[in-house]
C-alpha cells in the first residue's frame, strides 16, 4: 500500500522525544512525520551566527525581556510539531522548560538549504497557524529575504540582502543588512 496521507503513522511529541534521545541524528517533527535534517553549509551558519548575534546585542543594550536563540533549540508549536528553527526570538520566558520553547516565538527566521520546500511551505503554514508573529525566509541562493508580518498581512515583503530589513515585532528599532552578517 502506497503511503498517504491517510495512511502515515504520526507521532506526538512524548513519542519523537523517546525516538530522537536513541538517535545523533538532528530531525524535526513536522505534521507528526520525524523529518531528517541535513548539515548547514558554512554561509548558512554565518547568516544564522550573525542574525543571532544581532539580536543578543539588541536585547543586551535595550535592556529587553525577549530572548535570542539560535539552533539547535527546539520549539513544541503543538503535539504533531517540534521545530528547530535557526533563529528565534521568544518574549514569552515562561514558556521555556529545561529542553525547549513551548508554543510560538513571536519571531522566526529560517536560512534556505536543503530544506527549501519545507521553509517555503511547511513551515510557513506551521508558524502562520501558530501563533507565530514574524517569520523570515532566508535565501541565500537567491539573495533575497520574505519577511512575513502576519499581524498585518499574510503576503511577504521582498528584500534583498544589501537592504536594511526592519524588524516589526520590535516596531523598527533594530534593521538588519544581510550581507553585512556574512561580508
Request: aromatic content about 14%.
Given at each position: 500500500?502506497?503511503?498517504?496521507?491517510?495512511?502515515?503513522?504520526?507521532?506526538?511529541?512524548?513519542?519523537?522525544?523517546?525516538?530522537?534521545?536513541?538517535s545523533d541524528?538532528?530531525?524535526?517533527?513536522?505534521?507528526?512525520?520525524?523529518?531528517?535534517?541535513?548539515?548547514?553549509?558554512?554561509?548558512?551558519?554565518?547568516?544564522?551566527?550573525?542574525?543571532?548575534?544581532?539580536?543578543?546585542?539588541?536585547?543586551?543594550?535595550?535592556?529587553?525581556?525577549?530572548?535570542?536563540?539560535?539552533?539547535?533549540?527546539?520549539?513544541?508549536?503543538?503535539?504533531?510539531?517540534?521545530?528547530?528553527?535557526?533563529?528565534?526570538?521568544?518574549?514569552?520566558?515562561?514558556?521555556?522548560?529545561?529542553?525547549?520553547?513551548?508554543?510560538?516565538?513571536?519571531?522566526?527566521?529560517?536560512?534556505?538549504?536543503?530544506?527549501?520546500?519545507?521553509?517555503?511551505?511547511?513551515?510557513?503554514?506551521?508558524?502562520?497557524?501558530?501563533?507565530?508573529?514574524?517569520?523570515?525566509?532566508?535565501d541565500p541562493?537567491?539573495?533575497?529575504?520574505?519577511?512575513?508580518?502576519?499581524?498585518?498581512?499574510?503576503?511577504p515583503t521582498?528584500?534583498?540582502?544589501?537592504?536594511?530589513?526592519?524588524?516589526?515585532?520590535?516596531?523598527?528599532?533594530?534593521?538588519?543588512?544581510?550581507?553585512?552578517?556574512?561580508?
Amino acid at each position: 500500500m502506497p503511503n498517504t496521507a491517510e495512511n502515515i503513522y504520526r507521532y506526538h511529541a512524548d513519542e519523537y522525544y523517546q525516538l530522537a534521545a536513541d538517535s545523533d541524528k538532528m530531525t524535526e517533527l513536522l505534521d507528526g512525520e520525524i523529518v531528517a535534517m541535513a548539515s548547514p553549509s558554512i554561509r548558512h551558519q554565518e547568516i544564522a551566527g550573525g542574525l543571532y548575534s544581532e539580536f543578543r546585542q539588541f536585547v543586551k543594550q535595550n535592556k529587553g525581556k525577549c530572548r535570542p536563540f539560535i539552533a539547535p533549540t527546539d520549539v513544541k508549536l503543538n503535539d504533531l510539531n517540534i521545530v528547530i528553527p535557526d533563529v528565534f526570538i521568544a518574549c514569552n520566558p515562561e514558556n521555556f522548560d529545561h529542553q525547549k520553547y513551548n508554543g510560538a516565538p513571536d519571531f522566526v527566521a529560517e536560512v534556505t538549504s536543503t530544506n527549501r520546500s519545507d521553509d517555503f511551505d511547511r513551515k510557513l503554514w506551521l508558524y502562520r497557524s501558530n501563533g507565530v508573529r514574524e517569520y523570515w525566509i532566508i535565501d541565500p541562493k537567491n539573495e533575497k529575504v520574505l519577511v512575513y508580518f502576519f499581524e498585518e498581512n499574510h503576503f511577504p515583503t521582498v528584500y534583498d540582502f544589501h537592504t536594511p530589513i526592519p524588524v516589526r515585532i520590535w516596531e523598527g528599532k533594530i534593521s538588519i543588512t544581510i550581507a553585512e552578517l556574512y561580508e
